[in-house]
Nanobody, 120 residues
Framework: QVQLVESGGGAVQPGGSLTLSCAAS????????MGWYRQAPGKQRELVAL???????TYLDSVKGRFSISRDSAQNTVHLQMNVLKPEDTAVYYC??????????????WGQGTQVTVST
């Protein structure tokens, strides 16, 4: 049973910073990509940042220049450094892991979610 343990969410004022971390364990296959999605109330879940095997990250346009994703392949962890946070960043953030199976198919898994609230 794949386990994704998230940490680092919370409440912060606009302009503040938070770092989200996710540790993956009980992995039956190798990690193809890791990243973060978020879902705000009444909105669809959206990709925030993703980092694949190449190490090249992908970001949601609205977070470019403010958020930075990093991955520790040896520890199977992924971190999201969030700076200059805005109220519109308020959402539940979900850790996401994609595993490459022995049959070259991709299986994805989600964390339980961690709340990030940006407000005065």
């Amino acid at each position: 049973q794949v386990q994704l343990v998230e940490s680092g969410g919370g409440a912060v004022q606009p302009g503040g910073s938070l770092t989200l971390s996710c540790a993956a364990s009980q992995l039956p296959f190798s990690i193809y990509s890791m990243g973060w999605y978020r879902q705000a109330p009444g909105k669809q879940r959206e990709l925030v940042a993703l980092i694949g095997k190449s190490g090249t990250p992908t970001y949601l346009d609205s977070v470019k220049g403010r958020f930075s994703i990093s991955r520790d392949s040896a520890q199977n962890t992924v971190h999201l450094q969030m700076n200059v946070l805005k109220p519109e960043d308020t959402a539940v953030y979900y850790c996401y892991v994609e595993l490459l199976t022995d049959y070259d198919s991709l299986n994805d898994y989600w964390g339980q979610g961690t709340q990030v609230t940006v407000s005065t």
